[in-house]
């Protein structure tokens, strides 16, 4: 697992994108930092780049740096939820303009699974996570599922985990609004 860290750390800072396991579904993810690297997974999903891509963090004492203004709430919700928990905040910053939904919102999760959330703190910059399909596909339930289309579309294939059949589904989502609005997307 150190090993495949450190790679997916340097194919990242290089700007490339990356296949990985995370605490959903396998993601293609990129530094969510940078505009190209976004664009290249929109390309490789073959996705508008007006729907926008959720972003993990490893810790909850990130999100300040990413959200404007983090609703009381949130943080309730992160500290209570029993499985992954994509929340859609208001007034994303600090993020690759391409990869936000056209009213400046992004979706966060605060990963707890071992590989994405040490990959995230040994990168130090929030991750694409994107479902490992082309767009309209189904989202593979594992690695041996994910298409050579999108195998090959990558710099850099995690090998942790690949042996892995555990079926894995894609996390919740929320939307928090203005006065404490809480919208459930799934």
Known sequence: MIEDIKKACEVLSAGG???????????????????????????LKRRSDNKAMLVLLDSDAKLDRYVSDVPDIAWDLIRLADKPLTIIYSN???????????????????????????LCERFRRPLVSTSANVSGEPSPANFGEISETIKKGVDYIV?????????????????LGAGGLVRVIR
């Open 17 to 43: 994108i990356i296949l990985y396991p995370t605490d959903t579904i396998w993601g293609i993810g990129c530094d969510a930092t940078n505009e190209k690297a976004v664009q290249r997974v929109y390309e």
């Open 92 to 118: 994303a910053k600090n993020l690759a303009p391409n990869l936000l939904a056209e009213d400046g919102s992004v979706g966060i999760r605060v990963t707890n699974e071992e590989f994405s959330q040490k």
């Open 159 to 175: 090998g942790y985990r690949q042996e892995d059949k555990t079926p894995a589904e894609p996390s919740h989502i929320i939307k």
